[in-house]
T-cell receptor, first 115, second 113 residues
């Protein structure tokens, strides 16, 4: 399965600032997914990022707040813009694997605290 | 709309016991049902998965049972160990929807020694 490196692993940010999270995959993948996981909660899909096209956002998430870049088949970034304490959460990237189980691999996540 | 409902929210089992977590789904277009295990500070890791043409799949101590007519599937952990203590998520994927996963709410499993 793919190996994902996600940076930073955690950060504490001031209200009103922005944070860019990086996701690097060790193999080429078509789709990359960005999730948010609030403490003790399940995972909520923010958007799907295909290389060479605009990201597709889920209901409740907008590009101005969560701009995504996907410059090539192994890399993506998610920016959390104009942060507020409500954005405090764990952000995870994920890729779809190939093989018998069609497994999805997740990064270890970015734990964001907004103060 | 919550498309995958998971229960229980938390589960405490004695070492050596059987842990059972259940999920129910609504969308009959789902074609892939994985279970993920998540330890604190880590991303979810694929544990085991099943497709709807199979009623059961076993990998070591972990078994998925799938009931297509009832639209339910469950995870059984046999001989549960303290190291199994984690949060477990069921999920479902509808292949035509761009390969996105829809997750259940999660079950926090504690296995007491």
């Amino acid at each position: 399965s793919a190996v994902i490196s996600q940076k930073p692993s955690r950060d504490i940010c001031q209200r009103g600032t922005s944070l860019t999270i990086q996701c690097q995959v060790d193999s080429q993948v078509t789709m990359m997914f960005w999730y948010r996981q609030q403490p003790g909660q399940s995972l909520t899909l923010i958007a799907t990022a295909n290389q060479g096209s605009e990201a597709t956002y889920e209901s409740g998430f907008v590009i101005d707040k969560f701009p995504i870049s996907r410059p090539n088949l192994t890399f993506s970034t998610l920016t959390v813009s104009n942060m507020s304490p409500e954005d405090s959460s764990i952000y995870l990237c994920s890729v779809e694997g190939r093989g018998l189980n069609y497994g999805y691999t997740f990064g270890s996540g970015t734990r964001l605290t907004v103060v | 709309q919550q498309q995958v409902k998971q229960s229980p929210q938390s589960l405490i089992v004695q070492k050596g016991g059987i842990s059972i977590i259940n999920c129910a789904y609504e969308n009959t277009a789902f074609d892939y049902f994985p279970w993920y295990q998540q330890f604190p500070g880590k991303g979810p890791a694929l544990l085991i998965a099943i497709r709807p043409d199979v009623s059961e799949k076993k990998e070591g101590r972990f078994t998925i049972s799938f009931n297509k007519s009832a639209k339910q599937f469950s995870l059984h952990i046999m001989d549960s160990q303290p190291g199994d203590s984690a949060t477990y998520f069921c999920a479902a994927r509808r292949e035509t929807s761009g390969s996105r996963l829809t997750f259940g709410e999660g079950t926090q499993l504690t296995v007491n020694p």
